[in-house]
């Protein structure tokens, strides 16, 4: 079946502008992540969804950035007032829930490698 | 899909004791990653060992890679009640695009 999918798959902007980034999950899963991944480091959670809810944002790196999610399905990474430093691969994942007892098992998207000249 | 299986799946210690997850892979890797997930949250970075290591340190996590069986095992050591999340192993091949998560081993330390 269709995975997560993630567009656009590469964006490169100018400093000082703002980018939305999207991110479709698989259907029926209500958990939804966004993590960022800058060159040769691992992972960096940015926000957690259940349902449309984002239980804690405080892994978001600034205020600059924001998230939302509608219909339990689409979500957008927003960043505005982009700098050099937001250059980066945005991932999203989903998975069914987020039970400490249940499948943890999440499925990455593609993600969008955002470049900020 | 998976590439990395922790196991075990399930682990529960007492608090002060040692706590040792294993996670194999199949194809060579660039580099593994160990990342911790607690209630509500996402993934958190622990630490990432590349190919052409052995072993590292970070803390009371200590991680070991031996390329040769294909396998690694992540050591918390003297655990603590807070140390209760699940473990999740990810494998990197070498074009580092291609990140594979294991199923992960969750991991109660008892108080």
């Known amino acids: 079946g269709a995975g997560v999918s993630q567009s656009p798959s590469n964006k490169v902007t100018e400093k000082g502008k703002d980018v939305e980034l999207r991110c479709d999950p698989i259907s029926g899963h209500t958990a939804l992540y966004w993590y960022r991944q800058r060159l040769g480091q691992g992972l960096e959670f940015l926000i957690y969804f259940q349902g449309n809810s984002a239980p804690d944002k405080s892994g978001l790196p600034s205020d600059r950035f924001s998230a939302e999610r509608t219909g339990e399905s689409v979500s957008t990474l927003t960043i505005q007032r982009t700098q050099q430093e937001d250059s980066a691969v945005y991932l999203c994942?989903?998975?069914?829930?987020?039970?400490?007892?249940?499948?943890?098992?999440?499925?990455f998207g593609p993600g969008t490698r955002l470049t900020v000249t | 899909s998976q590439q990395g299986e922790e196991d075990p799946q399930a682990l529960s210690i007492q608090e002060g004791e040692n706590a040792t997850m294993n996670c194999s892979y199949k194809?060579?890797?660039?580099?593994l990653q160990w990342y911790r997930q607690n209630s509500g949250r996402g993934l958190v970075h622990l630490i990432l060992?590349?190919?052409?290591?052995r072993e590292k340190h970070s803390g009371r996590l200590r991680v070991t890679l031996d390329t040769s069986k294909k396998s690694s095992s992540l050591l918390i050591t003297a655990s603590r009640a807070a140390d209760t999340a699940s473990y999740f192993c990810?494998?990197?091949?070498?074009?580092?695009?291609?990140?594979?998560f294991g199923a992960g081993t969750r991991l109660t330390v008892k108080p």
């Open positions: 194809t060579s890797i660039n580099n």
């Open positions: 994942a989903s998975s069914l829930a987020w039970d400490f007892y249940s499948s943890h098992e999440q499925y």
């Open positions: 060992i590349r190919s052409n290591e």
């Open positions: 990810a494998t990197v091949t070498d074009n580092n695009n291609d990140m594979r």
